[in-house]
Structure formats: C-alpha cells, structure tokens
C-alpha cells in the first residue's frame, strides 16, 4: 500500500490549496478514505472522509462549508479543495485508508497513510 500526497503550500488566509492523493497496491475503490491533519505540538485531527464510491462524505465541524473532499477512482486519486482558509489549518496533511474494507459506513480507524504534505497559512 502507497498513498503519496502532494499539493501543500504556503497560502495567505482567506486562500484556496487543492491536496491530491495518489493510492497504490491495493483496489482503491474498495475503501472509505480520508484526509487528516496534525498541527505542531498537536494530536491527529480527522478532517473529511469519502465513502468508497464518492457518493457519501462527511466533515469535521472545523472545515465544513470550506474544504470539499473528492475522489477519481479511474485515477486512483483522492483529492481535498481547501478554500476559505485561516491560519488554525495551518498543520500536515494525511491521506489515509480505513482499516475495513468494504463498510457502508467510515469506521474511523485508519491502517494506511502516507508521508504527507505541508500546510501553511500565515500573511
């Protein structure tokens, strides 16, 4: 299992960053996935999740009406369009795997994630 992100940044507040997650090793299509975040001197965050098929997603109270999570599963790609955004996401992003595959609903348990990519919201 790969999961590789990339995207990050320095952006000014009130900025827009797209993250990408490009998954291999295993049938990405089978599985929730996420996107989560860890500030410096913080614990993980769980940021968005995206049910195995696109059709579901759900939002930390933190990001919702600002960040939009997407996948492409002919690309194998999750994607997270961050817009609106303050200096509180300032952290490193994470795409990760469920650790279940095939649930209809997200366990919130992660197996998987990958190095990430950084984010910075400063003026």
């Known amino acids: 299992v790969k999961l590789v992100e990339s995207g990050g940044g320095l952006v000014q507040p009130g900025g827009s960053l797209r993250l990408s997650c490009v998954a291999s090793?295993?049938?990405?299509?089978?599985?929730?996935m996420y996107w989560v975040r860890q500030a410096p001197g913080k614990g993980l965050e769980w940021v968005s999740v995206i049910e195995n098929g696109g059709g579901s997603t759900y939002y930390s109270d933190s990001v919702k009406g600002r960040f939009t999570i997407s996948r492409d599963n002919a690309k194998n790609t999750l994607y997270l369009q961050m817009n609106r955004l303050k200096p509180e996401d300032t952290a490193r992003y994470y795409c990760?795997?469920?650790?279940?595959?095939?649930?209809?609903?997200?366990?919130?348990?992660?197996?998987?994630w990958g190095q990430g990519t950084q984010v910075t919201v400063s003026s």
């Open positions: 090793g295993f049938t990405f299509s089978n599985y929730w």
């Open positions: 990760a795997r469920d650790r279940i595959f095939g649930l209809p609903d997200p366990s919130y348990e992660y197996d998987h």
